[in-house]
């Protein structure tokens, strides 16, 4: 079982069912819990998965269950990701606007 003071900035942790978060950010307000804030590798996500967000220590605390700390390998694979993201995004507003403007003309 994680601790608290295992969540921590460039480490990669993973759940049971094999998904994988780089954390980004461990954020601490006074009287307030932490907020961890992650970023995942897959280019193939689900509609129902994100590829970034954040949640408060104890919800991440019951998501991991094991943890390495990053390779440059890691930080590699999660640019990737993170570009093929934007680029993929880039093309559905492009097909958007596109469809958009073929509505308008006719």
């Not at 921590?8 to 950010?25: D, H, I």
């Not at 461990?26 to 193939?44: L, M």
């Not at 590829?51 to 269950?65: D, N, Q, R």
């Amino acid at each position: 079982m994680l601790k608290p003071d295992d969540i921590k900035f460039g480490n990669v942790y993973s759940s049971e069912s094999g998904e994988e978060r780089l954390v980004t950010s461990v954020t601490s307000y006074v009287d307030k819990q932490p907020v961890v804030i992650w970023r995942t590798t897959s280019t193939t996500l689900k509609p129902t998965q994100k590829a970034h967000g954040s949640c408060t220590m104890s919800s991440f605390l019951k998501w991991a269950v094991s943890f390495v700390p990053a390779t440059k390998a890691d930080w590699e694979a999660f640019a990737a990701a993170t570009r093929h993201r934007q680029h993929r995004n880039a093309d559905k507003r492009a097909v958007a606007r596109y469809r958009k403007a073929m509505a308008t003309s006719s």
